[in-house]
């Protein structure tokens, strides 16, 4: 049975893994908090792109799953992004796919073709807190943060594994982030060459710490660089999640009609 | 080894060389089963193991092929009549089989394929292409309804989508104890002369239209089906094969067309959709007792998913009969002692489908139908364990209850639990 908790939120996936633009002039011991996420979160200029996401689930007994999907995705405006995935595996799932189109001035569309029910359905979205896949990120973490969501405060620099990093704490700008994300606080580790996010730690609603994540792998494609390797652990049920990007190609040139209802009914 | 068996035998192989040709990947899953009924004297207690064979290849971007083949091993136990078909103890069957053809504006499906219509959930008034097997309600789709033979043409025409269905040979509903208890006109009794198909000829295909369309995030489309009922009505019948000629009685498919249409619209978590459908049969004065009345149905179906581990679904459902004739209907029914029991000039119903979705490896699902007036009622619930990816270990049973002569208290005695271990590769 197909779990809907799959399909939420994905779009944003490639958002997450677009981890930093261009490198501003400013002298980079005087940034502040805000201007340091500034650049995290400036955008590469990406058209499209395809690859395969592998998600590896490991829960505190050491049960481990594993999904695999292949994606295709393009910027329709600034703000808007085509999104088609398909599921390649466990077995059972496989030609499983989701069609997202984002709306700037309504909700998105989207839609989950199921082969079993050889048909495609409008879907309900779930909410930014939830769990996308099953897995420990949730939407808003692999999604594309919005910087005024947010209160900066930058704290000691560090090292994280021998690299330079500065050290950022996040806080909700309002009650409403703090509800829709679950999250009290984000500390984040990020590096000063790359200007990439390497670690960091969430905070519950309660300020205890909830999940850690590591971004082990981080590659430069087309003159972007993209987090291709991040893991998620739960510390609070020790629940692991591993999110990886395999054969990622960028500005190839997709064309439109990969992106609509048709093509995703044929589920091929 | 009987004809069925051979003709599966030489599919497989067919199949098989079409595998080794293309060099495609084979898919699928092995499955055992055990469905059990308890209430009946014609008990069907269903044990069986089921592989599925699954081949599937695009052919550059004009082409496609898909085929599934299913090698079923399935024990009938105690009285059953569907050993000469489905239930039959070993068989192989393609499912699915068909080529796709794809051009810039026309895409073709053509072979033996599934096509299911309609937004709302379960209950789908223009979803009416291929038959139900009654006999085989389980979680899943492909167990319980049945491919056909057919031509699908889809014509896209900038922001509309014109679909277009051509089924040339009628396949009934298969639908459990269907003819029991019919007789050979002793004792004052009609005749019983059987099922009575449509010929397979062309004139009396199955055709089916649907034009959709996307209009500021609403999903919306209106369809018409013409062919025959799925389901079996009864009618009087002369034979005068030997002399002299009799009066009995028969079952038949009538002709029906069915207009339709359906929307869906989603707001963040919450999502409405709709469907209806009118269906004008051969009797539209209504005072012909032996063909079905003019009908329609809609459904509204209101979606929540308020967490990711739960979801909701209530489907408000209304259908009703028009020009009715009670009286003289039963009056006609009573004269060739057959029971008349009258559909009522408005049913209303509700069915809800819950889902739950607690961990990575457990769901748990309930789909249930209450009609309002009659207080009949049908579930089928079922939970599913995941220990291994691919891996499903489901148990569930379908239950139906409600006074006799009710639409689901006549099928009280169909209640089954299941069990069912698949494994997909």
């Known amino acids: 049975m197909m779990r809907s908790k799959y399909w939420f939120g994905l779009s944003f996936v490639l958002a997450a893994a677009v981890v930093a633009g261009p490198i501003g002039a400013q002298p980079q011991d005087q940034l502040t908090g805000r201007q340091i996420m500034e650049k995290v979160l400036a955008s590469g200029d990406w058209k499209d792109m395809r690859g395969d996401l592998v998600m590896i689930l490991t829960n505190a007994r050491g049960q481990v799953r594993e999904r695999r999907l292949k994606f295709y995705s393009k910027k329709r405006s600034k703000d808007e992004t085509m999104m088609l995935m398909r599921f390649i595996a466990p077995a059972d799932v496989k030609g499983t796919g989701f069609l997202v189109i984002e709306h700037k001035d309504r909700d998105d569309d989207r839609y989950l073709y199921l082969p079993a029910l050889r048909r495609v359905n409008r879907i309900t979205a779930s909410g930014r807190g939830g769990n996308f896949m099953g897995s420990d990120f949730s939407y808003y973490d692999i999604g594309r943060p919005k910087l005024d969501d947010w209160v900066y405060k930058r704290l000691q620099d560090a090292q994280w594994e021998g690299k330079d990093c500065y050290v950022v704490e996040c806080d909700p700008a309002t009650e409403q982030i703090r509800k829709d994300t679950r999250y009290s606080k984000i500390i984040r580790w990020i590096r000063k060459d790359i200007f990439t996010t390497v670690y960091a730690e969430y905070y519950d609603k309660d300020g205890d710490k909830w999940k850690e994540l590591r971004v082990p792998e981080t590659k430069h494609i087309g003159g972007i660089w993209f987090a291709t390797h991040m893991i998620m652990k739960d510390v609070q049920i020790d629940h692991t999640s591993e999110m990886r990007f395999e054969n990622l190609e960028v500005n190839v040139g997709l064309p439109d009609r990969i992106f609509t209802v048709r093509y995703l009914q044929r589920g091929l | ?425």
């Open chain 2, 1 to 425: 080894m009987n004809r069925r068996l051979g003709f599966g035998v030489v599919v497989s192989v067919l199949f098989w060389q079409m595998v080794s040709f293309a060099q495609t990947p084979l898919s699928g899953y092995v499955k055992f089963y055990h469905h059990n009924r308890w209430e009946s004297s014609d008990a069907i207690s269903r044990t069986g193991t089921r592989m599925q064979l699954t081949v599937s290849q695009t052919l550059g971007d004009r082409a496609a092929f898909f085929g599934s083949l299913d090698f079923d091993v399935d024990e009938v136990r105690g009285r059953s009549r569907f050993q000469e078909d489905r239930g039959a103890n070993v068989e192989i069957y393609p499912v699915e089989m068909y080529i796709d053809l794809y051009s810039p504006w026309l895409d073709l499906r053509i072979g033996k394929q599934f096509i299911f219509w309609g937004k709302t959930e379960w209950i789908n008034p223009t979803d009416n292409i291929n038959p139900w097997d009654y006999a085989n309600i389980s979680a899943e789709i492909e167990d319980y309804r049945l491919a056909v033979n057919a031509i699908k043409a889809d014509l896209y025409l900038g922001q509309f989508t014109l679909e277009g269905v051509f089924v040339p040979v009628f396949t009934p509903d298969r639908i459990p104890g269907m003819g029991s208890g019919m007789h050979g006109g002793g004792d004052g009794m009609p005749r019983w002369f059987g099922t009575s198909l449509p010929e397979a000829k062309l004139h009396n295909g199955q055709i089916a239209f649907r034009l959709m369309h996307n209009l500021g995030g609403v999903d919306w489309s209106v369809s018409y089906y013409r062919g025959n009922q799925h389901q079996p009505q009864m009618r009087t019948a002369v034979r005068c094969i030997p002399d002299p000629c009799v009066l009995g009685l028969e079952q038949f498919y009538p002709k029906v067309q069915i207009f339709g249409g359906d929307f869906q619209k989603v707001f963040g978590r919450w999502g409405i959709r709709g469907e209806g459908a009118y269906t004008r049969t051969r009797d539209l004065s209504g005072t012909d007792p032996w063909l079905p009345n003019p009908h329609y149905q809609t459904v509204l179906a209101l979606d929540y998913t308020p967490t990711d581990d739960f979801g909701l679904v209530a489907q408000w459902v209304l259908e009703g009969w028009l020009k009715q004739h009670l009286e003289s209907d039963a009056l006609a029914w009573r004269q060739m002692h057959v029971p008349y029991s009258p559909e009522p000039r408005r049913r209303t119903s509700w069915s809800a489908r819950l889902h739950w979705e607690p961990a990575n490896y457990w769901s748990a699902q309930l789909i249930g139908v209450v009609n309002a007036d009659t207080h009949d009622r049908f579930a089928l619930a079922f939970v599913n364990y995941q220990p291994a990816d691919a891996l499903n270990i489901t148990v569930g049973g379908v239950f139906f209850g409600g006074r006799p002569g009710t639409p689901f208290g006549r099928m009280a005695d169909q209640d089954r639990l299941f069990l069912e271990l698949k494994a997909s590769f």
